[in-house]
């Protein structure tokens, strides 16, 4: 192993608390071609029992150190190349531990542009700068006199020249950028005014017109505010030390980098020229640094936030595989209704226009009963947009009508989030080729209440809408991390080989896209596949791809009954012994974990296959392709509260979570308009992350706490009593001179009514 390569393995095995040789040898295994899917589930051995949040950190520090030691080579050939390497200074580079620090020590060997420390140096003026470091009791005029020449024309220019000099060597001294940028991290403020004549243009960024905190602590949510209110030009943006104490001591360590110790006219003259290089040429470059540290950190979080509300969505508990009538709300234009058989299949659609203009009630309630009758359908999807509730008032209007002793459709009121993307989309139209858009749709919100993970990975992540300022983070980074969101997702809960559709399949570990249509061609050709090896017959579906996808994949009721679980079919061996030890057929053994006790994981332990994968098997065997996700359940939403303006203080509602962010979350209560629950209100105890309490798809109760119905804005609570003491310590007010003081997040209406606010500048 390279010094390099002992270095990141290191590194890594620090930062995801595991021991080096687990981490060599996942690298290992993702160098080779596998998947962090493939490797947190089947080669357990080999990585120690590394999970897929250790494994993916560790891809994702691979890339970032790789790209970082290969940067450290680069500067060390080109400071070579230059004949300026030395031993302390390959030192250096060899022990930086960010790339930050590795662009400092580089800065004084960097190439470039005339300067006009260059052009002082090329005029002769750096002997004067020393003569004023080694005589400090001389007069800096003075001694400038002796440097005049027709490029320098007096004393001025001279020693204008020389603390230029001065300056990049102090701005190019990677010591002294360290320590600075440490000290601004700990001290600095972030602070945003208003542009004057923006207020009104921005009054959604209100709460930023005279901000400022604490540069370290400032909340992402907040930080991505007011770089967005900057961006739009709403606001300036500013980030130092404080004015009064924090600056001379940035001026301080400048100075004692020099040296100054004394009062003479020239250590006077270099305390000043001190002071000028912070304010024209450190200062710029902290500001720069902090503020891009600040928007990588705010993007990481945000980006953390959407990747846990999008797995929490993907993982939904889904209704199953029943019957589905889904309703597209609307007035105008009607109400468009698709039905779906148990496998999903569109059967019939139809539109209803139970509202004005035509109020066709008792048409549409006609037709709604025709189509369960028609179709045995068992549930029915109503999209949450526009005439929801009016729909779902009539949908039940009409159930009512049922015979008393049949079966009853159970109405469901479904996030249609990002189902008009889906609609307009190149896959819905060759899926549904002679369908109308709108009808799309009414598929598209039946389908995710029968499996919601089928459906949603037909949709970007980020149209799903339960991201944060996601148009503002990094897109590459959020897509790199939602690709993995869902990719993790898919393989958790297993895929129906034989009714997946393509974008399904192309998350299914080792396939991808090309691949995942190729499966879906041969299957439409030669029918259904009879078991996991005849996937080997599908073209360009190599031996590779079938190892890393073969686990993931389920063939129900086929020859093999392993084929229908989630052991691996490399493994297929060890789980016949298992099944011979009991003495019966693995039809038999196949879920009944009473006929599996007594067994001891070691005796089957081999060669190949160690503890974690028998105990594994042993597990699959007992509960047969088990679906990792909750039971079904829907929130039920209250008789007459239809609009924001039927909400009054006090009551209680059901609704479920649609969002998650840092400061709370925001829940659907069946009024057009998510409440939100801040973070002070989601429990009776201190809640650091809501993620702690709640997730999205959560059914919860709430209190509505707060209604402002011209801005549209619902506060709720999850205490139990409204009147307890919120026992987080109260938050300092900001310091003076900065604007209104803001009222601490703990402090119950103010508080909500902050986070409302940030919820409205968050929106998309």
Known sequence: MTTAQDRITRTIATEIAAAPAQVQAAVQLLDGGATVPFVARYRKEVTGGLDDTQLRLLADRLAYLREMEARRETILNSIREQGKLTDGLARAIAGAETKATLEDIYLPFKPKRRTKAMIARENGLEPLLRAIMDDRGAAPETLAAGYLSDAVPDTKAALAGARDILAEQLAENADLLGRLRAFMQDEAFIAARVVPGKEEAGAKFSDYFDHREKWATIPAHRALAILRASKEEVVTIEIAPDPETGTPRAIGMVAAEIGIAGDGPGDAWLREAAGWTWRVKLGLTMYMDLLGELRRRAHEEAIAVFARNLRDLLLAAPAGARPTLGLDPGIRTGVKAAVVDATGKLVETATLYPFQPRNDLRGAMATVLELVRRHGVELIAIGNGTASRETERFVAEALRLLPDAGPRPVKVVVSEAGASVYSASELAAREFPDLDV????????????????????????????????????????????????????VNAVGVDLNTASAPLLAHVAGLGPSLAQAIVAHRDAHGAFPSRKALLKVGGLGPKAFEQAAGFLRIRDGAEPLDASSVHPEAYGVARRIVAACGRDLRQIMGNGAALKGLKPEQFVDDRFGLPTVRDILAELEKPGRDPRPEFRTAAFADGVEDIKDLKPGMMLEGTVTNVAAFGAFVDIGVHQDGLVHVSQLADRFVRDPHEVVKAGDVVKVRVVEIDIPRKRIGLSMRKDAAAADPRPASPARPRGTGKPRAPESSGRGALGDALRAAMTRKE
Request: proline share 4%; glycine share 6%; no cysteine.
């Open 438 to 489: 709108s009808l799309r749709g009414a598929v598209s919100i039946a389908r995710r209440l029968q499996d919601p993970l089928a459906e949603l990975v037909k949709i970007e992540p980020k149209s799903i809408g339960v991201g944060q300022y996601q148009h503002d983070v990094d897109q590459r980074r959020l897509a790199q991390t939602l690709e993995a969101v869902v990719e993790d997702a």
